[in-house]
């Protein structure tokens, strides 16, 4: 069980076994862009790596599988829902597995931040793969470690958990009253920008919106986000790995596997919906143990754009049962297939819109009566001939009844991750003492000294030299 920060080296802890072990390591990963970087990364430094994911032609598919289980691949990437669906799961027990490795395993846990249902079935193929399991995350705390090692039927295992303290980093939030107030201030640090720098949002209007000003001000920012094409991500991704001084707006969807060590400042124009995914992203500042400043923008108002969040994401229960019965009429259970956004809309009831039918499809998924490929990616494109650019997802139905009960404990965990959020933005204490408790680091406990909170208490001049507005 591996709790390591971001940047302390978690892709080494399945590289290196790959490369000293017999057969294959499978790697449970829940994102086909941060698979497509891993399988680079690791060809980088001389191993055979593959992902099997929903965007693979049938062709390469059999390829992938036929070396798979000749031993040929030393690593092997699939998505937790790939892991469920019928003729990936018969072919599992072919391959010669030597470790499973669980990437971003606080999927796993219900109080987690980024909770995949898929991940809960994991520990089900320990009685059929004899082999070790490494669990890997980077942000857990204590509560959610826990729930992994159960949920993963981890005996007796071997706990490493870094910490949490990132001494060269410089926390601060800023109150800002709407978009101008954001901006004002945005612009204000990245006239002194050195090095990358990627400025988050909520939402991709968000994204465009900041983007688009930013560049009216002669500062020209890549936006990414879910719902450009996947080349104009890819391009964006490797412009911000090879430019000097990549500005980059984006989404949650930018930075998974983003390994670039002198990103110096990490903005947010607003809070994420939960501290752990805050730390995920701010962490991505100063890999390189250089100091870096993590800038988020508070509004009281944006709570309101997480609260539509968490409504999203537990759509009406009866839009459920409808979407549930119609699979369950034209597909039935155990059956793989293909649905393209256009059908799902059509079988949500062509009301909802593509955001609101994936919303519906992402709740049928937590209820584990449905497994469904591609999701957190928004789609990908499916398996007809090429230049289709039907978007869609590969799916299986598991169970012919549904059961709703999760919604009700979903909802509470979002309520109390915001809540912890608004505390945190609120709080009059030193914000590394406050990240640091969250996560249940023992590490130091007295002020940081660097903070925008410790500054304020400081005695006059003692922080000259640190970062401002």
Same mark, same amino acid.
């Given at each position: 069980m591996g709790v390591l920060p971001t940047g302390a080296g978690k892709t080494v802890c399945f590289q290196l076994p790959a490369h000293l072990l017999p057969g294959t390591v499978l790697v449970v990963s829940p994102l086909v862009s941060l698979m497509a970087d891993q399988v680079g990364r690791a060809r980088a430094? @001389?191993?055979?790596?593959?992902? %099997?994911?929903?965007?693979?032609?049938?062709?390469?598919?059999?390829?992938?599988?036929?070396?798979?289980? &000749?031993?040929?691949?030393?690593? %092997?990437?699939?998505?937790?829902?790939?892991?469920?669906?019928?003729?990936?799961?018969?072919?599992?027990? &072919?391959?010669?597995?030597?470790?499973?490795?669980?990437?971003?395993?606080?999927?796993?846990?219900?109080?987690?931040?980024?909770?995949?249902?898929?991940?809960?079935?994991?520990?089900?193929?320990?009685?059929?793969?004899?082999?070790?399991?490494?669990?890997?995350?980077?942000?857990?705390? @204590?509560?959610?470690?826990?729930?992994?090692?159960?949920?993963?039927?981890?005996?007796?295992?071997?706990r490493v958990v870094g910490s949490f303290d990132r001494p060269n980093l410089h926390w601060e939030v800023r109150l800002a009253a709407g978009h101008r107030g954001k901006m004002t201030k945005i612009r204000s640090v990245l006239r002194h920008r050195a090095g990358a720098t990627i400025v988050y949002a909520a939402t991709r209007r968000a994204v465009e919106a900041v983007r688009k000003e930013l560049a009216a001000r002669g500062l020209p920012a890549a936006p990414y986000h879910a719902g450009l094409p996947i080349r104009v991500r890819s391009a964006v991704q490797e412009g911000f790995l090879n430019d000097p001084m990549p500005l980059v707006v984006a989404t949650n969807a930018f930075g998974m596997g983003i390994d670039r060590p002198d990103v110096r400042i990490v903005l947010h124009y607003q809070l994420p919906g939960s501290l752990e995914a805050y730390y995920q992203e701010a962490g991505r500042a100063g890999r390189d143990g250089r100091e870096a400043r993590c800038v988020a923008y508070f509004d009281g108002k944006d709570r309101g754009v997480h609260d539509r969040f968490a409504k999203l994401s537990a759509p009406a229960p009866e839009t459920l049962r409808k979407l549930h019965r119609n699979l369950l009429r034209k597909y039935g259970? @155990?059956?793989?297939?293909?649905?393209?956004?256009a059908e799902l809309r059509r079988a949500t009831g062509g009301t909802s819109g593509s955001q609101g039918g994936l919303a519906v499809l992402r709740g049928l998924c937590r209820s584990g009566a449905l497994v469904a490929e591609g999701v957190d990616d928004g789609g990908v494109p499916g398996p007809g001939p090429p230049g289709d650019q039907a978007i869609g997802f590969t799916m299986v139905l598991r169970s012919k009844k549904l059961d709703l009960r999760g919604y009700e404990r979903q909802r509470l965990v979002h309520q109390a991750q915001i809540r912890a959020v608004q505390e945190y933005a609120k709080g009059r204490g030193c914000r590394r003492e406050a990240l640091l408790r969250y996560f249940g680091d023992p590490g130091p406990r007295q002020p940081c000294r660097r903070c925008d909170r410790c500054r304020e208490r400081a005695p006059e001049g003692l922080f000259a030299k640190g970062p401002t507005d």
């Open positions: 430094v @001389g191993l055979r790596a593959e992902a %099997l994911t929903a965007e693979v032609s049938v062709r390469q598919r059999r390829r992938i599988m036929s070396e798979a289980e &000749k031993g040929i691949l030393q690593l %092997l990437f699939v998505s937790p829902e790939r892991l469920h669906l019928p003729r990936f799961s018969a072919a599992l027990p &072919k391959i010669p597995i030597s470790l499973i490795a669980v990437d971003e395993a606080h999927c796993i846990s219900q109080w987690g931040h980024d909770f995949r249902p898929p991940y809960l079935r994991i520990g089900e193929l320990r009685p059929r793969i004899r082999a070790p399991l490494l669990a890997l995350t980077a942000t857990a705390t @204590g509560r959610v470690r826990e729930e992994i090692e159960s949920r993963l039927a981890l005996q007796r295992p071997v259970v @155990g059956v793989e297939f293909w649905i393209s956004v």
